[in-house]
């Protein structure tokens, strides 16, 4: 995966048909996916329970893109391997999930898969700073993690903002989960985030009959997020 800050649009497959995910991941990338983004919840970490290993690599065959695990488990570090092996292009672990989240990072890169740090809604910015060399990206959880469909967090633009500062000039994506629709798109992509997630926004309306409504639904995202990157620049 060559860097660049092009906007990218990564559908949560939990808020796709469970009875038919490789249809589900198929059609979402022919209507524009950039990303398959794929939500592991453990029942602990979070209070939801969703994909193993088995399952992600089940998905890999049908997914043509990048493929974006986003670990929300704790403990984390001795589950990485068997992500990284199921086809996971990048792992992205949350801060909050051990006492060591360096070493947790050594440990996904040692697999050779990109590394993704995660931050909850109450965990600022500064925590990560000396975490940033390691990191391919920086996830912004936008809404409290667990469950799809929850309201946008607005101090999350001030602390994309601030993790922007942070970066620099090294390649290092931001990404946002949790609430990112047309209407909330706009200000992230001013605060410098470049790779949304967005489950119910994309999946609304449409199915694997009808995926069309997916395109409709990520092209209004992303002419929104480009919206606002022409007018920033």
Known sequence: MSFDRSIKIAPSILSADFANFGAEIRAIEAQGADWVHVDVMDGHFVPNLTFGPPAVKAFRPHVKTFMDVHLMISPVDQYIEAYAEAGADMIVAHYEAGPHPHRTLQAIKATGAKCGISLNPGTPASAIEYLLDLCDMVLVMSVNPGFGGQKFIPSSVQKVRQVRQMIGDREIHIQVDGGVDPNTVGPL????????VAGSAVFKGGSVDTP????????AIRAAAEGALKAAQ
């Not at 069309?212 to 092209?219: L, S, T």
């Open 189 to 196: 992509v001013e605060a410098g985030a470049d790779c949304f």
């Open 212 to 219: 069309e409504v997916y395109g409709q639904n990520m092209r």
